[in-house]
């Protein structure tokens, strides 16, 4: 029984694979790969690679490359030549062959360049096809930040300390003639706010209401491949945030005053103690001329009725019989 032409046997094999398109020959099967489509998405001016995971062309495979809906040739090879065709009129020089593997790179890709490419590639293994959805999209630019001038009564009144402390900084983030993005603010790595725009192109704002200014917020704009970004960091736009002192340096300065503080009342005490002490010491002292009359009166017996000592003075211990 020649299995090549049952029917079981030739059912069999097209059912093993469901990415195999199977021909039926009078001589056997032959099956080639499918025609899948993968997409690329690129920034002009970048180039892309589309490449056809052949890791070297044999001498008699043929590696076809095709563009647009009317599948336009742009470059070959076959028998191991190269044959770019016309391609310089749509590409310029911007198209590259790799001759080793088939694979095409496109340099300094335009929007015009955007469109279906596909690939043929012609063996002793077969036949089998591949595409390439490829999209350019326009550079992006960087997204502009401003002061929004319709909303900056609040924030730029500041009379007093309570209306300063509860104003706000208004700003607008901006970006111009863009499709197929998204604008959004951060506030480090989380999404305060986000507005996204289709295929139009137009200019997109997005404004942010803030408390005062540090390094944490940018804005940015961004296809699903890439993006741009502004950080805010104009100190004219909003005023700069008071240095944030975390709860960990607190103890330390709280450990510090304290001995300060204890430093003070020890001064304090001192110095007070050691006025009182000589404030008792001149009571206690005894002028020249008191002591010389306190001897004239002891000499000739005529001892005064009262102390000399404790007129205008606190209480004294002299005793005029001790004094020689």
Known sequence: MDFRT?????????????????????????????????SVSVMEGDSVPLNTDITEV?????????????ETRIAEIHK???DMYDSNVTFGDRLQMDSQTGSLTIRNIRTEHSGLYKLQILSSRGTSHKRFNVTVYARLPFPVITRNSSNCSSSSSSSSSSSSSSSRCSLVCSVLNVSQVTLSWYAGISVL???SVSDLSISLSLPLEIQCLDDSY?????YSFSNRTTHLSDPELCHTCPDFIQPSHLIPLISAGLLIFI?????????????????????????????TQIIYCLQTGDLPQKPLLDVGRTETAVNYQHIQ
């Open 6 to 38: 049952s029917g079981s046997f030739r059912k069999m094999i097209c059912n093993a694979s469901f990415f195999c398109l199977c021909l039926l020959l009078s001589n056997g099967v032959f099956c080639a790969g499918t025609d899948e489509v993968k």
């Open 58 to 70: 044999q001498s008699k495979d043929q590696i076809l490359w095709m563009f647009g809906p009317q």
């Open 80 to 82: 191991q030549n190269i």
């Open 193 to 195: 706010s986000s507005i």
């Open 218 to 222: 940018s804005c940015v704009v961004s």
């Open 263 to 291: 430093a003070v009342v020890v001064l304090v005490k001192y110095f007070h103690c050691k006025n009182c002490k000589q404030a008792t010491q001149e009571d206690l002292t005894i002028t020249e001329s008191e002591y």
